[in-house]
């Protein structure tokens, strides 16, 4: 009979599948943040290689990972954190890679640049995190590391990086900076901001709602068939509205640089707080977005009702014109 290897040294003999860093820590001119699962990809004993959930594989010195990571535990389906929403992650959203709409930015790359700017900004806005410029740079960091003796005037280091992938570790509103002065990882970043998050199939799916968004509006150009098909689009000509104002959107209005602000379309969200989940998203008019500010569009409506409730005029004005 076989018999079981026996594990002299942990070194030898890693039988668990998702570790994490303990803190944030610079690796060369990337943060490995903490908390965030990582995939152990295979281990000679000397050497480890990991895929962290927010980034792309690296290997690691064992002595290096048994000081500074530690394990998480995982079952066939989920790998369990308490550091994102519902305290766990599908395995099979490590697998899930970016749609590339590589042929569809070439497609567009020398007819219509305005369509191009709105491909590409969708992109971006459906697998990135806002910027930061309160996030330390790797030198400040280094600089502190070495000299902690910072002035208590001088502010360093922010919980939020400074542009990350949606699916790193959202930070709640009411994470306050003593919380964060006291993490292991200050003045390291930690991670994004919790309206910011989506899990990479969220990212995917928004991006082909945007994108389906982008080609129904009116004068949008024609989106070759092979594209539409590698894409999974569903685009139904001219009929993308603006949820603010209910007119179609005419696509055409990015095309005029000069055009002031008023005329430009933005992504637009319908409840801010919520952030870009899918629904929540849209492509809509700058001004409209403007219009309806920080409140939500439920807000809005409740504040609308207060307003005649207390005033007959107005009250009589909105039921005529919805009756
Ligand atoms: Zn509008």
């Known amino acids: 009979m076989e018999q079981p290897q026996k594990a002299t040294s942990p070194r030898h003999f890693i039988t668990y599948k998702f570790v994490a860093y303990k803190k944030t820590m610079p690796d060369k001119k990337c943060w490995r943040c903490a908390h965030v699962p990582c995939k152990i990809i295979s281990n000679n004993g000397e050497i480890l290689t990991l895929k962290p959930f927010n980034g792309k594989e690296f290997t690691i010195d064992i002595a290096i990972f048994e000081k500074e990571l530690y394990v998480l535990k ?5 790998v369990y954190t308490p550091y994102y929403p519902t305290e766990r992650i599908a395995i099979s959203e490590f697998d899930i890679k970016h ?19 709105a491909i590409e900004k969708a992109e971006q806005d459906s697998y990135h995190s806002k910027g930061n410029n309160s996030c330390i740079t790797f030198d400040k960091y280094t600089e502190y590391k070495s000299n902690p003796t910072t002035s208590k005037l001088e502010r360093i280091g922010d919980p ?7 699916h790193s570790p959202p930070i709640y509103k009411h994470f306050t900076r003593e919380e964060y002065e006291q993490t292991p990882s200050f003045p390291a970043p930690i991670g994004i901001r919790y309206d910011d998050f989506a899990l990479p199939s969220e990212q995917n799916n928004i991006l082909r ?18 594209i539409i098909d590698e894409l999974g689009l569903t685009i139904v000509p001219n009929t993308h509205t603006c949820l603010w104002c209910g007119n179609i959107i ?8 000069y055009c002031s602000k008023e005329h430009s379309i933005n ?22 977005n403007r219009e309806q500010g920080g409140y939500s569009e439920l807000q809005r409506i409740e504040q609308i009702i207060q307003l005649a409730k207390c005033n007959p005029e107005y009250k009589e004005k909105i039921l005529k014109e919805l009756g």
């Open 74 to 78: 995982n079952d066939e389906t989920y």
């Open 267 to 288: 992504f637009c969200h319908r409840i801010p707080e919520l952030g870009t989940k899918r629904g929540n998203v849209y492509f809509g008019h700058c001004s409209c």
């Open 209 to 226: 709602d945007i994108l389906n968004q982008i080609f129904s509006c009116k004068n949008a150009p024609e989106c070759p068939k092979q």
């Open 99 to 117: 749609l590339s709409i590589l042929n569809l930015k070439k497609y567009f790359e020398e007819k219509d640049n305005y369509i191009l700017k």
């Open 160 to 166: 939020i990086f400074n542009r990350s992938v949606r």
């Open 250 to 257: 005419d696509i055409s209005e990015l095309n005029q640089e």
